[in-house]
């Protein structure tokens, strides 16, 4: 029986194309690319963070991604983001015509150096600009929070942090401001505390979540997040992903545990299960590497019965 504050409709964004597939040791072409974002489309996912604007020389996986756009029908089924680290990665995406782009700024100082090589401040203000010339552009922009629940430098990172980043976005009128756990350190109980307080100030439609699953607690920390009334989620198809700038990083909560729990719990998410497992398969077939998505095998045996 669900919970009555719990959503019974929930966003899943599929990062896999990009936090998936940026720290893969086979690099994928672009065909290969789209054929993964078209089977999860096809799974019926709305949203998908198809790649991003960064330097080929630090992300070799990520190069091309404007060829890819450009591939991407934009009548097609599902809304594409792109995510960058800074102004560049704005005009790139800009000029191949995203419709969306996904901005990061940072809760520590040592990891807003060490993955955009600019202080938090600048990487804040460079949020802001890019903000301001995505309105004018007619471009949604998603700002992300790395780190905002532990860093690989600095350890703990203090919520008020976090909470002092949400209350200058989320009061200026962002459309979305999505809280990462990037090196998969948060616990249930610290998601449930930190979205609780940020729900209470500011509502819960404006934020998201991103969990990794490095200490096995990213499911948890999803249903920790749900119960605080959150509704958006990233998540990675077979569990794929990993920053290739934060040392520790496992993979993404896998998409096909998060869509199975939902829809367990009477939530809608819009997804086919039985196509998404043949978007997971495509993953694995396609990385090479063992997806982490655990309920994949009990899912097939479903579907096979
Ligand atoms: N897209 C493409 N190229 C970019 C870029 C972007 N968004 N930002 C910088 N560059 C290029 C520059 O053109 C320059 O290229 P060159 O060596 O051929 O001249 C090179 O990167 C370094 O430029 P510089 O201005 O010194 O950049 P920087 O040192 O301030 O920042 C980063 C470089 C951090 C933006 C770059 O290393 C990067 O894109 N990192 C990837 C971050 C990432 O994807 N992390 C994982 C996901 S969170
Ligand atoms: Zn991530």
């Known amino acids: 029986m669900p919970d009555p504050v719990m959503p019974d409709r929930v966003t899943i964004n599929e990062v896999g194309p990009r936090d ?14 789209l054929q993964l974002i078209r089977a999860l489309e096809a799974a019926g996912i ?10 080929p020389k630090a992300v070799p996986a990520m190069a091309n991604t404007d060829l890819l756009l450009e591939s991407l ?16 990665g704005y005009e790139l995406a800009r000029d191949a015509g995203a419709e969306s782009v996904t901005m990061v700024v940072y809760a520590s100082e040592t990891m807003a150096r060490r993955n955009a090589r600019m202080g938090m401040e600048d990487a804040e203000r460079a949020a802001w600009k890019i903000i301001d010339l995505a309105r004018a552009d007619g471009i949604e922009v998603i700002v992300i929070v790395a780190v905002s629940f532990g860093c690989p430098f600095e350890g703990a990172v203090d919520s008020a942090i976090v909470n002092n980043i949400a209350a200058r ?22 998601v449930g505390a930190l979205l609780a307080s940020l729900a209470g100030d500011h509502g819960p439609g404006v934020f998201g979540c991103h969990f990794h699953d490095t200490r096995a607690m990213a499911l948890a920390n999803v249903y920790a997040a749900l119960q605080a009334g959150i509704r958006w989620f990233d998540s990675s198809i077979g569990g794929l992903g990993g ?29 086919d299960a039985a196509r998404l497992l043949e978007a ?3 993953a694995t077939e396609l990385t090479g590497t063992a997806p982490g998505g655990r309920v ?10």
Request: include cysteine.
């Open 73 to 88: 029908d934009r009548q097609g089924p599902a809304n594409y983001s792109f995510l960058i680290p800074n102004m560049k």
């Open 46 to 55: 709305s949203r998908i963070e198809a790649g991003s604007f960064v330097s």
């Open 243 to 271: 920053c290739p700038f934060a040392p520790g990083a496992s993979g993404n909560v896998a998409t096909e545990d998060v869509v199975v729990m939902l829809q367990q719990m009477g939530m809608k998410t819009g997804i």
């Open 169 to 190: 976005f989320v009061e200026a009128g962002i459309h979305r401001l999505v809280l990462a756990d990037t090196i998969g350190a948060a616990d249930p109980a610290q």
């Open 296 to 305: 994949r095998n009990w899912l097939r045996g479903q579907l096979n019965s």
């Open 280 to 282: 997971s398969d495509l």
């Open 20 to 33: 998936g597939l940026q720290s893969q040791s086979r690099i994928l072409p672009v065909a290969e690319r």
